[in-house]
């Protein structure tokens, strides 16, 4: 059993949620190896979460719910926990991300962060050498939340070539993300344009960049640099990346044609390899 330490619920999302585990748990008259085996973990993992040493995940959270009868609170709190995980400059642009209606995206370098699958995601963030690679996975992960909403965002995502053909992670990662993206082909809210190499100067070059439109709210353009994200409400910042955005969209391939693009460059590139003949002589 991890020994229980003084909790302050006020202190963040991750100590509130803490202090309401223990608390119902005790409630219910139940010892953490007790949760722990209703819930299929061990009681370790429970203190250490009770501790706030441990990041819970939506399943968990779920099973915690189901097992206390607390009627979807963790599966609620659990949201602003692992947002909350997420790097400081990023939290305010991930729940703008959250709100949006229209969601448009230029990705010069990787897949978007929405529709990465969880392997790429990993190895795309490990990069950071993060001391907690795990939390800073189940926070992205948990981002793909918006896509399922009872009424999603319009993505529209435009990815430079060059990203299909960065092996990140490998040769499986990379052939299970490339699908994951073919299989957003028939959903109407989230479209996905490729912009080949072949369309040679364009207006993307000096870097990624999202745009966000709310129903009521300013537009917003998000950026990245080496340290931290910057997101400006600008009108003439808004008026430029638009512009920006609609000749990237131009130059870019049809909707249908990207997805036959990547369908190819996922089975030349990222194909099964034949088994080499033993046989052969050198």
């Known amino acids: 059993m991890v020994q229980a330490r003084e909790i302050d619920p006020s202190a963040s999302p991750l100590d509130y949620y803490s202090y309401e585990l223990r608390r119902l748990r005790e409630e219910a008259g139940l010892k953490q190896a007790q949760l722990g085996a209703i819930i299929f973990c061990t009681g370790s993992l429970i203190g250490m ?21 607390t009627d979807g609170h963790f599966s609620r709190l659990v949201g602003l926990v692992l947002r909350s995980v997420l790097p400081v400059w ?34 795309v963030l490990a990069t950071g050498l993060p001391e907690r690679l795990d939390e800073l996975v189940a926070a992205r992960m948990e981002r793909h939340r918006v896509l399922r909403q009872e009424k999603s965002p319009m993505v529209w995502v435009v ?28 959903n109407r809210w989230v479209q996905i344009q490729v912009l080949p190499c072949a369309a040679g100067e364009h207006a993307g070059l000096i870097g990624s960049f999202n ?42 391939l049809s909707v249908e044609d990207s997805a036959v693009l990547i369908a190819q460059v996922m089975e030349e590139r990222y194909g099964e390899q034949p088994e080499p003949d033993r046989h052969a002589v050198a």
């Not at 501790?51 to 009868?69: H, W, Y």
């Not at 990705?107 to 969880?118: C, M, R």
């Not at 910057?230 to 609609?246: F, G, I, K, Q």
């Open 49 to 69: 979460i009770e501790n706030g040493k441990r990041v819970p995940t939506r399943d968990f959270s779920e099973r915690v719910d189901a097992a206390l009868g």
């Open 90 to 123: 990023f939290q305010a642009y991930a729940e703008m991300e959250a709100r949006a209606t229209y969601i448009s995206v230029y990705q010069s370098q990787v897949v978007y962060g929405l529709l990465q699958t969880e392997a790429y995601a990993r190895a």
């Open 159 to 186: 990815l430079d070539e060059g990203v299909l053909h960065r092996p990140i992670g490998g040769r499986q990662v990379m052939r299970a993300q490339l699908a994951h993206l073919l299989s957003f082909h028939e």
């Open 211 to 252: 745009g966000l439109r709310f129903d009521t709210d300013p537009d917003i353009v998000y950026t990245e640099d080496l340290i931290s994200g910057h997101m400006t409400a600008n009108p003439d910042t808004v008026r430029e990346a638009a512009l920006r955005y609609a000749h990237l969209q131009a130059a870019a």
